[in-house]
């Protein structure tokens, strides 16, 4: 495709970014606040600017799995790689349906267009793997080559020079790398390597969801009520949604890959551990080893209820199922009082137990619809499970910030982060993380005690 024409479309390049906001307060939780009134209540999580950062994360860290995911299953030429390839579809047409209801078919399709062209091109690398074509292979990379120096020029002009093309280019640069360098290592049977590359192409993810929309909402202030998408307690948010949505992507695919007798069954696995370990070791740096192995303990135990599932499936033991079943009955009523009680009854024990039963019930619903070859059902659920743990991130990053304002307060900042398409910002986002860990922190440290107190 020929950008050149495209970039004469100014009103696209809006739409490319901002017609998710209006969604946001449906999809994410409490309506948004205006600034005044935010200021006059303190930080909060669930604002215009911090929605629609939230929204272009899931999109966007969503692409990236479902694209890797798809990879795998069409090189594997496996029976649900339609319904994978489906389902990273209907990602694009969820950003395609947010911008034709503000802007109109015709910027729709033209966006529908766009993406789904870049996407073809990894469905051309794959293709040309499969038969071992290295000249196709090296035009896909080709043309995704030339897709992201063009794109790059797009956004930046979109954006009035608020995202360099460099910049944007370099992210665009990484992103391909990720994937392909995913698929690669996963077709050559380097599993551990291919699942990093899917974990850092779904992190990476953040840091473009963090820069277009700053870049964005610094365009267009008065269409989100002059609020700003990168304060410590949206960068909270975020966080949380990152860690809690691997958490469920990797679930799934692990107990596919363990139903399946997959030989990266175990890298898959791995996967998931390395996201324990990831939030663990954060808790661990602040509260001590202690701390560190208590949280690993109880969060670890959690998981093993759903490997229990998987391996009873696989028996055909009812009974065995059964009996996970009601482990993560009783695990998720004992977290949501914990819960509760840590949050000083920012959360309510009963709606927590609720929504994580709607998670108990996504992650073996996927599973056991996989199973039954149900596929579409499968992937449908898997993306629900995605999508369910953007809405526990806001809630629980609020009854954080709710709980401990004086530790999310920030001024807007005075210009625009350097940073592109992913690319890393200034300090600010390091002391943000701190501030934002550190407060959660504070919520894990009951849970600690909790368990303690139980395994005493």
Do not use: C
């Not at 975020?238 to 992507?249: G, V």
């Amino acid at each position: 495709m020929n950008l050149k024409r495209t970039m004469t479309m100014i009103p696209l390049a809006a739409a490319i970014m901002v017609p998710a906001a209006p969604g946001l307060a449906a999809e994410h939780g409490e309506e948004a606040k205006t600034q005044t009134k935010a200021e006059e209540m303190g930080p909060s999580v669930s604002t215009p600017a911090a929605d629609l950062r939230a929204t272009l994360d899931q999109y966007l860290s969503e692409h990236a799995y479902l694209a890797v995911l798809t990879m795998q299953k069409g090189i594997d030429g496996a029976e649900d790689f339609d319904a994978a390839a489906s389902a990273l579809e209907d990602n694009t047409e969820d950003l395609t349906g947010a911008i034709a209801s503000v802007y109109g078919e015709e910027a729709g399709e033209q966006f529908n267009s766009m993406w789904s062209e870049h996407i073809g091109y990894f469905v051309d690398y794959v293709n040309a793997s499969a038969e071992d074509n290295d000249a196709a292979q090296e035009e896909a990379l080709n043309a995704l080559d030339n897709y992201r120096a063009d794109f790059s020029e797009f956004l930046e002009t979109a954006t009035n020079e608020r995202l360099e093309a460099s910049a944007l280019a370099e992210g665009l640069q990484m992103h391909v790398n990720q994937l392909i360098g995913s698929f690669d290592n996963y077709e050559a049977g380097n599993y551990e390597e291919a699942y990093s590359d899917l974990r850092d192409s779904m992190e990476h993810m953040y840091g473009v969801g963090k820069g277009l929309s700053t870049a964005v909402t610094n365009q267009f202030p008065e269409d989100f009520e002059n609020t700003n998408p990168a304060t410590p307690a949206a960068d909270l948010r975020a966080d949380l949604n990152h860690t809690l949505s691997e958490h469920a992507a990797l679930a799934v695919l692990a107990m596919q890959k363990g139903g399946d007798g997959a030989e990266d069954f175990e890298n898959a696995a791995a996967a998931l551990q390395g996201n324990t370990e990831d939030l663990a070791a954060q808790i661990g740096s602040v509260y001590g080893e202690q701390a560190e192995s208590d949280f690993k303990m109880m969060w670890e135990e959690h998981i093993g209820y759903f490997v229990d599932y998987v391996e009873a499936a696989e028996a055909g033991d009812e009974e065995a199922k059964e009996q996970a079943m009601s482990n993560l009955d009783d695990y998720r009523m004992e977290f949501s009082k914990f819960l509760e009680t840590a949050t000083e009854g920012e959360l309510n024990a009963d709606n927590l137990a609720q929504g994580l039963q709607m998670h108990v019930d996504q992650l073996t619903g996927s599973f056991d619809s996989y199973t039954a070859g149900d596929y579409d059902m499968a992937y449908d659920q898997m993306r629900e499970a995605y999508g369910h743990m953007f809405g526990v991130g806001e809630s629980l990053s609020g009854a954080i910030v709710s709980q401990h304002p004086a530790d999310f307060e920030a001024e807007m900042p005075s210009e625009m982060p350097k940073t592109g398409m992913g690319g890393t910002s200034d300090s600010s986002g390091t002391d943000a993380w701190v501030i934002a860990w550190s407060s959660m922190m504070i919520v894990s440290a009951g849970l600690f005690i909790g368990y303690r107190r139980k395994k005493a």
